[in-house]
């Protein structure tokens, strides 16, 4: 079955540091979304992206976080001058279409630990 | 959004039905019911998803009250795989899954 992947699964980064996170979201998916959870808190939505432009931000998402499809199979969300606040689990998902029925696939995650 | 209400918890022992409830009596005609799951240390995946009627797959089964205003995820017979935190949202062509709080699901050995 196929699946999103992210790597790393793990990121340690000093604060001020710049990272990006990648995803491969599912094959023929069209469209793409980050999520982030806060330790002990709610998935909470970051951005979704379609047609290489962002269709819907959070406030969470301000100028330090851009997304980008570099390639046809990619999918990367990139943290300029990260923050201890930014310290969460990174969640990619994708899905084929926009219909309230379509499923979002999710990926296992990438920790970011900054310090 | 509209808002839907899950306990924080819930325990069941393990081979033994689960039936795991969300209230959201401000449900709009068009809104679904989608019923995503964590496992611990994961991704949130899907589980099911109804609009007016019962809904089964191979994961759960999806019980709708008439009047839409509150639903039933059942896991038939519960495994310790399936200790989860568990997630009821309401879904129309909004492009983005709203979290809430969910419901805790221990499986008791």
């Known amino acids: 079955e196929p699946e999103v992947t992210q790597t790393p699964s793990h990121q340690v980064t000093q604060m001020g540091q710049e990272v990006i996170l990648r995803c491969v979201p599912i094959?023929?998916?069209?469209?793409f979304y980050w999520y982030r959870q806060i330790l002990g808190q709610k998935v909470e939505f970051l951005v979704s992206f379609y047609n290489n432009e962002i269709s819907e931000k959070s406030e969470i998402f301000d100028d330090q976080f851009s997304v980008e499809r570099p390639d046809g199979s990619n999918f990367t969300l990139k943290i300029r001058s990260t923050k201890l606040e930014d310290s969460a689990m990174y969640f990619c998902a994708s899905r084929r279409n926009r219909a309230a029925t379509d499923t979002q696939y999710f990926g296992p995650g990438t920790r970011l630990t900054v310090l | 959004d509209a808002k839907t209400t899950q306990p924080n918890s819930m325990e069941s022992n393990e081979e033994e039905p689960v039936h795991l409830p969300c209230n959201h009596s401000?449900?709009?005609?068009?809104?679904?019911i989608h019923w995503y799951r964590q496992l611990p240390s994961q991704g949130p995946e899907y589980v099911i998803h109804?609009?007016?009627s019962n809904v089964n797959n191979r994961m759960a089964s999806l019980a709708i009250a008439e009047d839409r205003k509150s639903s039933t995820l059942i896991l038939h017979r519960a495994t310790l795989r399936d200790a989860a935190v568990y997630y009821c949202?309401?879904?129309?062509?909004?492009?983005?899954?709203?979290f809430g709080t969910g419901t805790r699901l221990t499986i008791i050995p």
């Open positions: 094959s023929n998916h069209l469209y």
């Open positions: 401000t449900i709009s005609g068009t809104d679904y």
């Open positions: 109804g609009l007016t």
């Open positions: 949202i309401l879904l129309f062509g909004n492009e983005k899954l709203t």
